[in-house]
């Protein structure tokens, strides 16, 4: 593309495109116009996760799933087992269903697993691997099996705003969207310099895994493993009075006193990094049902009543899309008034073609009908 540009900054094999200066309006319909586009070559992404750790996930299935599992799950994303229904597994590239009857006695294999947490989940010690579960007149039903990997590398393309984050960070979008994964190695850029002052409150120990010897991934953050969401407005209160953290992290903001106790500790002046479930700031501004995130956007009836509980925004649209939202406050100004908050679009190059199972309808027609302007240059 003609206008394209060498990055300002100067980091290597990165393009950035002005659309204002090329006559252009570039807008993600619904949520965001786009000051700025940046194209970044594939990032360097390392897989630290062992072989032991998916052996462990594997000798967890059921003998009739086995075949089905083994020596796949590093390609695999999501296991679903139902009682009496057919099994299905989620892949990068593809959704495959296979037919299966699996009895009762066979699902309750799965609780031998460990004990079940009350929100209906459960982790594997020492891994990142997660499982869910839905019983059907107390018996094991349905179990969701979602395999992690320990990557790192994911936010590097995001490094020069992380490395000058000042103010807490927001990490959002759709559910499947890897926020997680995106945490996971923003704390290992923030934690080179915060170091143990960066408190990872691991809602329901998705994090760094569960038990009580962490994931290896965890480097040099402080990690508060809390297990079970109904515990965690107490714990970060305590964590709050008893350490009195720099940084606090939170994983899965979902309860208004959650929302409360993150918005006191953000008085106090612990900077705070949050994930949330949202596919727009409107959406996240405009949700009335729960009003969860209204404490940290700092809203009430009326409109804003301060600044957001963090300065920077981060969007994972879908795998290796994403918006920066350099000013959280003036995006939400924006936002109640009415208008799209302004925001960086990052693209970063795959090395492999695949679609993201989260993108949107309206976010794929948008890109392809905008690929003139976004496509990579030349």
């Known amino acids: ?44 992404i390392l897989d630290l996760s062992a072989d032991e750790e998916f052996d462990r996930l594997e000798r967890l299935f059921p003998p009739k799933v086995q075949p089905y599992v083994t020596g796949r799950l590093r390609e695999i994303e999501e296991v679903r087992m139902i009682a009496h229904g057919p099994l299905e597994v989620l892949y990068r590239h593809a959704h495959v269903l296979y037919p299966m009857d ?72 759709v559910a499947g969207s890897g926020k997680t994964a995106m945490m996971r190695d923003a704390n290992r850029i923030l ?42 407005t107490d714990t970060l209160n305590r964590v709050l009075k008893n350490f009195q953290p720099r940084w606090m992290e939170v994983d899965e903001v979902s309860t208004l006193t959650d929302a409360r106790s993150i918005a006191y500790a953000r008085a106090r002046e612990a900077r705070v990094v949050l994930t949330f479930h949202a596919g727009s700031l409107h959406e996240a501004y405009h949700e009335q049902e729960e009003r969860t995130l209204w404490p940290l956007i700092q809203r009430n009836e009326q409109g804003l009543t301060g600044r957001p509980a963090a300065g920077l925004g981060i969007q994972l649209l ?46 794929v027609r948008w890109a392809d009908a905008a690929e003139p302007l976004l496509s990579a240059p030349s």
């Open 191 to 232: 934690a080179e310099a915060l170091g143990g002052r960066l408190f990872v409150n691991d809602s329901s120990n998705e994090v760094y895994g569960d038990g009580y010897r962490p994931h290896k991934l965890m480097g040099l953050a402080t990690r508060i493993p809390i297990g079970d969401p109904a515990r965690q």
């Open 102 to 173: 699996l009895t009762r006695e066979e699902m309750a294999l799965l609780d031998s697993v460990g004990q079940w947490r009350r929100d209906g989940r459960l982790g594997i010690e020492g891994t990142l691997h997660r499982l869910a579960r839905e019983a059907t007149y107390g018996h094991t039903s349905v179990v969701t099996v979602r395999v992690a990997r320990a990557y790192l590398g994911v936010a590097e393309p995001f490094r020069l705003w992380l490395e000058d984050a000042r103010d807490g960070l927001f990490l959002f979008g």
């Open 1 to 44: 593309m003609s206008d394209a540009r060498p990055d300002p900054y100067g980091r290597e094999g990165v393009t950035v495109v002005i659309p204002a200066e090329s006559g252009a309006q570039a807008v993600v319909p619904g949520v965001a116009r786009l000051s700025r586009i940046e194209y970044h070559p594939p990032a360097l």
């Open 318 to 363: 879908s795998r290796g899309e994403y918006l920066v939202f350099e000013n959280m406050a003036r995006a939400f100004e924006e936002v109640a008034a009415g208008r799209l908050p302004e925001a960086v679009y990052v693209r970063v190059a795959q090395d492999a073609k695949w679609g993201h199972r989260e993108r949107v309808e309206e976010w």
